[in-house]
């Protein structure tokens, strides 16, 4: 029970601080234990760090997928772009995704592959998960595209978007998500 606690504080904190600003004191603190007792859960800062991580992939694969379960019954047109519209929108309110995507775009040196690994297997899951909601919905786009092309460029799209959201303004990232939005869904739909 202790470990997963100090997951969900450590989540937060490595969200909000990074890993170097992190503090294990300040873990242990908040879940109400000494420093040297993370030691009986974790060897170390690394250990919890790369722990945290590989939870908040399987976090972030799960809301995906609940998500598409969820609007299932909507068209193509709205399940992805309300797909990108929410996702977005999650950035500033959820502390797994803001550690996911901080992590997956500034990894720490000495973790560097790790996190690569970890973001491939996040990318290749998204990759098979939204292959099939294009697969499903063949008849909701341009028989000349096929389902992978329709789902890499939609995925090219979200990448880019994350981008902009990690970089840039609000303002910036609503103009090109409707921007492209448009562009995107003219293109498979003619």
Sequence with gaps: MKSNQLKEVALIQFALHGYQGASL???????????????????NKEDLFISTFNDSIRNELEVIKRFLLEKHSL?????????????????????????????????PLQFEEQIK????????????VFLDV???????YNSNIDPD????????????????????FPD???????????????????
């Excluded at 908040?30 to 040297?36: A, H, N, P, T």
């Excluded at 970890?118 to 098979?128: A, K």
């Excluded at 910036?172 to 492209?180: A, D, F, M, N, P």
């Design 117 to 128: 690994s970890g973001s491939n297997t996040f990318v290749n899951e998204l990759e098979t």
């Design 134 to 140: 294009f697969d499903e919905r063949k008849d909701e």
């Design 25 to 43: 004191a300040a873990i242990a603190d908040e879940v109400g234990i000494k420093k040297q007792s993370i030691y009986a859960h974790f060897k």
């Design 172 to 190: 910036r990232l609503e103009k090109r998500l409707t921007s492209s939005w448009d562009i995107y869904w003219k293109g498979i739909t003619k």
């Design 75 to 107: 068209s193509l047109n709205e399940i992805l772009y309300s797909f990108l519209m929410e996702y977005l929108d999650r950035y500033q309110k959820d502390h797994n995704m803001s550690f996911f995507m901080r992590t997956c775009f500034f990894p």
């Design 149 to 168: 092309t329709a789902m890499l460029s939609f995925l090219t799209i979200f990448d880019g978007l994350l981008v902009e959201m990690l970089y840039g």
